[in-house]
C-alpha cells in the first residue's frame, strides 16, 4: 500500500474552494469552542508529530475541526464516513488549503473504501498514521483488520457516534482493541447537544428540503428515544407534527410517553403513518412486513448512522426494479399501487438531504475531539488498549467555552456553598454518576 502512487486530495470540483473558504469563516464566528482551543493552545503546538487520519462527514463544520488540529501542530488527511454527506465546497477549501483531503457527495462503496485507504498514509513518503479521529468505525475496522501492522505506531483513537463507540466495546470485549481509544460521544457535551439540540434542528431541515411536505398535521413515527430520537421527535412536534414514538426500553419508553408521545409499537402505528424516520442506530427497525403496509407516499428516511436501520437490501431486491430518482437523494419505489418515498438511500438523512446540524452545536462535539486527541497524543502511556471517557472537568470546560457566545451568565458558588455541597468552587460540578 504504502508504494502506490500518491494523490493529494480528490474531490468533486476544487474551483469550489472560495465559496467553502467564505463559509468556513461564518462557520468560525459560530464554533467559540474551537476557536478558543486554538487561541488557548496554539502557540504550545500540543499536536506537533501527530499524523491524524480523519474520517468523518466533510463539511463545513469538519472544516473547521480540520483546521484546528493543523493549527494545533498537526498533519491532518481525511475522508468522509458516509457517501451523501460530503459538502463538496468544504472538501475543495480543505484540499486547497493543502490538506489531503478524499471525499465528495455520491461516491459509491467501493470509492468510499478507495477514499479511506488513502488517508492512512502522508504525503510522498507515505508516512503512516499515528492517530485516528473517527466516526462509525471504518477507519478504525480498515486499519484493524486489514492494516494490523500500522497499530504498533497509533497512539489512540478518537471516535465520534453512537454506532462507532458500539464497535470499539465490542472490540474491548472480545480483545480486539489494539489502541486506547475516547469515546467522545458520550461526553454530555457532545450526546446531550450534538445528539439531542442537533436534531431538533436538522430533522426536519432535512425532509422540508427533501420534499416541501406541509408537516403540520402530518402523523410522524420516530423509531427509538435515545438522545437522537429526542431530539428528531421535538423537531417534529416544533413543526406541529402529531408524533408517535417506538420504543424497546421501558425506560425510554416512559421518558416518550411523560413528554406526551404516543408510545406504540411500529405494527401499529405504520399504516396511519406519513413519515418514519429511524433514530435507532440498530438494524432492521424498518422490515418489509411494515413496507407491505405503508400507505401511498409514506416518506421513509434515517437519522442513525448507518442505511441498514432500514431494510435497504430487501427493498432494492424486491422493488428496485420500480424505483425512480426525483432528484438526488430523493427515490421513489411503488410497492403494489402505493409510491413510498425514501431519501437518502436510508442513509443519514440530515447530511445526504441537508447540511447537517449547525456549527454552534457542532462546535461542541468537535472541542471534544480536539482535547481527546491532544490527551491521547500527549499521555498515551497512561492508557491501556480500552475505552475511556474524558473527564468531567474538560466536559464543563467544554460547555463554559460556548456561554458568551449566547450571552449566558454563570453564578459562582461561596467556599461556604461549595463545602456544602462538597464539591470546589471552580468545579467540577457534579459526580460521574449524575445524568443529566
Known sequence: MNNKHYVPYKVKDISLADWGRKEIKLA??????????????GHLQPLKGARIAGCLHMTIQTAVLIETLVALGAEVSWSSCNIFSTQDHAAAAI??????????????????????????FFGEERKPLNMILDDGGDLTNMVFDRYPELAKEIKGLSEETTTGVHRLYERMKNGTLLVPAINVNDSVTKSKFDNKYGCRESAVDAVRRATDVMLAGKRVVVCGYGDVGKGTAASFRGAGAIVSVTEIDPICAL???????????????????????TTTGNRD??????FMKMK??????????????????????????TKYEVKPQVDI????????????????????????????????????????????????????????TLPKKLDEKVAALHLKKIGVELETLTPVQAKYIGVEVEGPFKPDYYRY
Not at 475531539?369 to 499521555?379: F, R, V
Request: charged share 20%.
Open 333 to 388: 419505489y411503488n410497492i403494489n399501487g402505493n409510491e413510498i418515498i425514501i431519501l437518502a438511500e436510508g442513509r443519514l438523512v440530515n447530511l445526504g438531504c441537508a447540511t447537517g446540524h449547525p456549527s454552534f452545536v457542532m462546535s461542541n462535539s468537535f472541542s471534544n475531539q480536539t482535547l481527546a486527541q491532544i490527551e491521547l497524543w500527549t499521555n498515551s502511556e497512561a492508557y491501556k488498549n480500552e475505552v475511556y
Open 95 to 120: 484540499a486547497s488549503a493543502g490538506i489531503p483531503v478524499y471525499a465528495w457527495k455520491g461516491m459509491n462503496e467501493k470509492e468510499f473504501d478507495w477514499c479511506i485507504e488513502q488517508t492512512l
Open 255 to 277: 421518558q416518550a410517553a411523560m413528554e406526551g408521545y404516543e408510545v406504540k409499537t411500529l405494527d401499529t402505528l405504520v399504516e396511519t403513518a406519513d413519515i418514519i424516520i
Open 285 to 290: 427497525i424498518v422490515q418489509e412486513k411494515h
Open 28 to 41: 468560525e464566528a459560530e464554533m467559540p469552542g474551537l476557536m478558543a482551543i486554538r487561541q488557548e493552545y
Open 296 to 321: 401511498d407516499k409514506t416518506i421513509v428516511c434515517n437519522i442513525g448512522h448507518f442505511d441498514n436501520e432500514i431494510d435497504m437490501a430487501w427493498l432494492n431486491k424486491a422493488y428496485g426494479n
